[in-house]
């Protein structure tokens, strides 16, 4: 009986150690995902940042062509 209650008391401990860094581990990575929703990817660029794409007044079977010429 006694080698029992030994058992049942050691598996009681590694279910509570179990449970509570998987908890831990749970709040943590909510904090982490909370910190980060809160920074904005898409704001504008600040500085000297210079417009990668200019849309250029071409006509549709312009661009088509190339698009088939280039594979593009």
Not at 3 to 10: P, S, V
Not at 32 to 59: C, L, S, T
Request: aromatic content about 16%; some cysteine.
């Amino acid at each position: 009986m006694t080698r029992f209650l030994h058992l049942l008391k050691d598996t009681v401990k590694i279910f509570i150690i179990f449970t509570g860094c998987t908890l831990l581990f749970y709040f943590g990575l909510r904090m982490m995902n909370e910190e980060y929703d809160q920074i904005h990817r898409y704001d504008q660029p600040e500085g000297k940042a210079v417009k990668v794409f200019q849309w250029e007044d071409e006509r549709l079977i312009d661009r088509l062509s190339i698009f088939f010429r280039l594979g593009e």
